[in-house]
Nanobody, 115 residues
Framework: QVQVVESGGGLVQPGGSLRLSCAASGSIFSSYSMGWYRQAPGNTREFVARITTGGSTNYADSVKGRFTISRDNAKNTVYLQMTSLKPEDTAVYYC?????????WGQGTQVTVSS
């Protein structure tokens, strides 16, 4: 079992920035593909970004150029740096750890973009 814990959410004004962190347990963190997803009220959970074990990244079109995913294998942590935030980025953000096709999810962290 892999424990996944997100942190760093909060309230930010439009145009602002926020950095989310996700810590995952286990001694083989470097073998996890890590991703971020989000779910706004009334919507289904959607993909935001992913970083592979080799460091390759991909993003949803809606966040490309504004969000950056990165990982620190020494700290068992993945980050999501969010800039130029918009009200439509408001959602609960979930971290995902994937290994051998098995997915582990955190409890989520709320991000609210509002003036």
């Amino acid at each position: 079992q892999v424990q996944v814990v997100e942190s760093g959410g909060g309230l930010v004004q439009p145009g602002g920035s926020l950095r989310l962190s996700c810590a995952a347990s286990g001694s083989i963190f470097s073998s996890y593909s890590m991703g971020w997803y989000r779910q706004a009220p009334g919507n289904t959970r959607e993909f935001v970004a992913r970083i592979t074990t080799g460091g390759s990244t991909n993003y949803a079109d809606s966040v490309k150029g504004r969000f950056t995913i990165s990982r620190d294998n020494a700290k068992n942590t993945v980050y999501l740096q969010m800039t130029s935030l918009k009200p439509e980025d408001t959602a609960v953000y979930y971290c995902n750890a994937r290994i051998t096709g098995i997915n582990f999810w955190g409890q989520g962290t709320q991000v609210t973009v509002s003036s």
